[in-house]
């Protein structure tokens, strides 16, 4: 099947640093792609999309970056706060949905 | 007002034992998933269900059987219960109008075979 990996597992920030989390995919099919953060104990929670025509799209303190050419997805987050702490996940579809390992950011007060 | 609900969100069980679990989903969405999450957070999808209709069905093991008796419910029979089974299992749906094709979990039901 179709791997959807990330660079780091664990992260960890200080309070109102940037934080990037990296994803490399490897289904050059693949036309839309989210970010998902999983807090302890809960199931995972949209962030923030983007679809293949597109190289970059901001939301609220989130921007999301694709990279095409080497098949590569990061999450910025800006001025990292505690609420921030969480495993964040990429995941590409083609169709079918595939998710990455998940990378653990820890924010530190 | 819960979009993606599951039940029960704890399940303590012996090895050999037949449970289920249940989710609902008041979305309107069309497809409903299955995923399994261990314990290092790696997410693998098991069964799509879309309108009732089997779609995806992962290389899982014939223990696990899902039932959707209507595309708002998406069940998971789980028989001969063994120690590997033990994970959180999350249900989701998709299939919402507008651009966005996002998947909305459930609050997961946490699995543990002893």
């Known amino acids: 099947g179709e791997s959807v990996g990330l660079h780091l597992p664990t992260l960890s920030v200080q309070e109102g640093d940037n934080s990037i989390i990296n994803c490399a995919y490897s289904?050059?099919?693949?036309?839309?792609f989210i970010w998902y953060k999983q807090e302890s104990g809960k199931g995972p929670q949209f962030i923030i999309d983007?679809?293949?025509?597109?190289d970059k799209r901001q939301g609220q303190r989130v921007t999301v970056l694709l990279n095409k050419t080497v098949k590569h997805l990061s999450l910025q987050i800006a001025a990292t706060q505690p609420g921030d702490s969480a495993v964040y996940f990429c995941?590409?579809?083609?169709?079918?949905?595939?998710f990455g390992t998940g990378t653990s950011l820890t924010v530190i007060p | 007002d819960t979009a993606v609900s599951q039940t029960p969100k704890y399940l303590v069980t012996q090895m050999g034992n037949d449970k289920s679990i249940k989710c609902e989903q008041n979305?309107?969405?069309?497809?409903m998933y299955w995923y399994k999450q261990d314990s290092k957070k790696f997410l693998k999808i098991m069964f799509s269900y879309n309108n009732k209709e089997l779609i995806i069905n992962e290389t899982v093991p014939n223990r696990f059987s899902p039932k959707s008796p209507d595309k708002a419910h998406l069940n998971l029979h789980i028989n001969s219960l063994e120690l590997g089974d033990s994970a959180v299992y999350f249900c989701?749906?998709?299939?919402?109008?507008?651009?966005?094709?996002?998947?909305?979990f459930g609050p997961g039901t946490r699995l543990t075979v002893l």
């Open positions: 983007i679809r293949s025509n597109m």
């Open positions: 289904n050059s099919a693949s036309d839309y």
């Open positions: 989701a749906s998709a299939g919402g109008s507008g651009a966005r094709n996002e998947q909305f």
């Open positions: 979305l309107g969405h069309d497809t």
């Open positions: 995941a590409e579809t083609a169709g079918q949905f595939y």
